[in-house]
C-alpha cells in the first residue's frame, strides 16, 4: 500500500529523472537492490529523501542536486555519479556542477576533488555532454 508521503516522493524523483513506465524512479538508485536483506530501505528513500527533504520549498531543485553533490564530494560517496546525472536531467550545466566541484579544493582537499571528476568525466561521457570552458 502507498502512502501519500511515498508517491509524493515517487513524483520528485520522476520530477528529477528521466522516469517512464518500465523504470518508475528513472535512474535513480533507491535501494530496490538491497530489497532482500532491508526489505524497507526504498520505502524510507523514497517517502523521507524525496517526500519530505527534496520536496521542501525554499531552494529550486538545481540547488538541490548541487548542494548533493557538494555533500558527496565532501564526503567521497560513490552515489555523486547518480547526482551529477541529476544534476544534468534538472539543467544544470557540466560547467557548473564542475565550477563546484573545483570550488570544494580548498574545503575538501584535492583526493575528494579528483575523485569526484573522474565520476564527472565518466558521467559526461556517458551522457554525451561536454564542458564548455574550462577557465574563467
Do not use: W
Request: glycine content about 10%; some cysteine.
Amino acid at each position: 500500500m502507498e502512502t501519500e508521503k511515498y508517491q509524493k516522493g515517487i513524483d520528485k524523483i520522476q520530477e528529477l529523472t528521466s522516469a517512464d513506465d518500465d523504470h518508475p524512479t528513472g535512474f535513480m538508485d533507491i535501494g530496490e537492490g538491497l530489497k532482500d536483506v532491508a526489505p524497507d530501505l526504498s520505502k524510507y528513500v523514497v517517502e523521507f529523501a524525496f517526500g519530505d527533504i527534496y520536496s521542501r520549498p525554499g531552494i529550486t531543485n538545481k540547488q538541490k542536486v548541487l548542494t548533493t553533490i557538494t555533500a558527496l564530494v565532501a564526503q567521497g560517496k560513490p552515489q555523486i555519479g547518480m547526482h551529477i546525472k541529476t544534476g544534468l536531467s534538472v539543467g544544470l550545466t557540466p560547467d557548473e556542477i564542475i565550477g563546484c566541484i573545483m570550488h570544494l579544493i580548498p574545503y575538501t582537499g584535492f583526493p575528494s576533488v579528483l575523485n569526484a571528476l573522474t565520476v564527472a568525466q565518466e558521467v559526461f561521457k556517458e551522457e554525451g555532454v561536454s564542458i564548455q570552458s574550462s577557465e574563467e
